[in-house]
């Protein structure tokens, strides 16, 4: 793709520098206008464990789901996939597109997501839901393990199991390689349900499901660091609508103070009565 129509920049995310691919409006446009057009069949290509990038889904209802999944399974394995858009390997994923798309839709798509120095361009529209594609033959292999159930969203994976957790990690590692794929290792955390765990931004234990403390305590920092308070609000209202945060609360002493300022009377009532989190 002519580079006029795109640019790279080095953007701060998470604290590290990664390379953001920046499209011109017209580029933005058509990739809209791609994904509008295809939407239904990429829906129908991407596996039901898969919660990232569905409309009508979120992190939420994915870890709501691991929450009432997690009673019936001894142990978690959470782990998450080492660098996964800049690790795609694009021969495998237009391989992939063009099994259900024709050549020239395939290409079409790649020569945009693939507007980076390698894997798939983080900016792109397109990106998530080819993420999603990517591993739909690995999402099949791992929810057909037995005993076991497996929950997706992006790169972070969770599988609840009945199976000693070495075994599993074996099985899984070796169902990553083909796709050019590693385990972060540092992330990389398994253990007895019993105990809980936490799983993209919840904490999930036998008394509920709570907001992790760690979120919480981001969005306080991110709170008091901005003065402009139509832009907190912004802010406070953005993470409400994220994590539900009038439906599941976290247990913690920071909660009452952010409720007070910014959420509703139920909000805080809520917070007061908090027993149990989600049922």
């Known amino acids: 793709m002519p580079t006029e129509y795109y640019q790279i920049k080095q953007i701060e995310v998470n604290g590290k520098k990664r390379p953001i691919t920046i499209y011109s409006p017209e580029a933005m446009k058509e990739q809209k206008n791609i994904y509008a057009y295809h939407k239904e069949l990429f829906l129908i290509n991407t596996h039901t464990s898969v919660y990232s990038f569905i409309p009508g889904f979120s992190n939420f209802d994915a870890a709501a789901l691991a929450y009432r999944k997690s009673q019936y399974f001894q142990y978690y394995i959470k782990l998450d996939i080492h660098e996964y858009y800049p690790s795609i390997n694009r021969q495998i994923l237009f391989e992939n597109l063009l099994e259900i798309l024709p050549y020239n839709e395939a290409l079409r798509i790649c020569q945009y997501i693939f507007c980076c120095p390698k894997g798939i361009a983080e900016g792109s529209p397109l990106s998530p839901v080819v993420s999603n594609l990517y591993l739909r033959t690995f999402d099949t292999e791992m929810s057909s393990i037995p005993d076991s159930n497996f929950v997706r969203y992006c790169d972070d994976i969770l ?121």
């Open 159 to 279: 599988f609840l199991t009945n199976i000693y957790p070495e075994m599993m990690m074996h099985f899984i590692t070796n169902a990553l390689t083909p796709y050019a794929l590693k385990i972060n290792e540092d992330k990389l955390l398994a253990g007895n349900t019993s105990d809980g765990f936490n799983y993209i931004g919840y904490n999930i234990s036998l008394t509920g499901l709570t907001i992790t403390y760690e979120k919480l305590a981001e969005i306080s920092e991110r709170l008091r660091v901005e003065k402009n308070e139509k832009k907190r609000l912004r802010i406070a209202n953005g993470f409400k609508a994220y994590y539900r945060y009038s439906i599941c609360l976290p247990q913690c002493d920071q909660s009452l103070e952010f409720l007070t300022q910014y959420g509703s009377d139920d909000d805080i009532h809520s917070f007061l009565s908090y027993g149990k989190g989600i049922k």
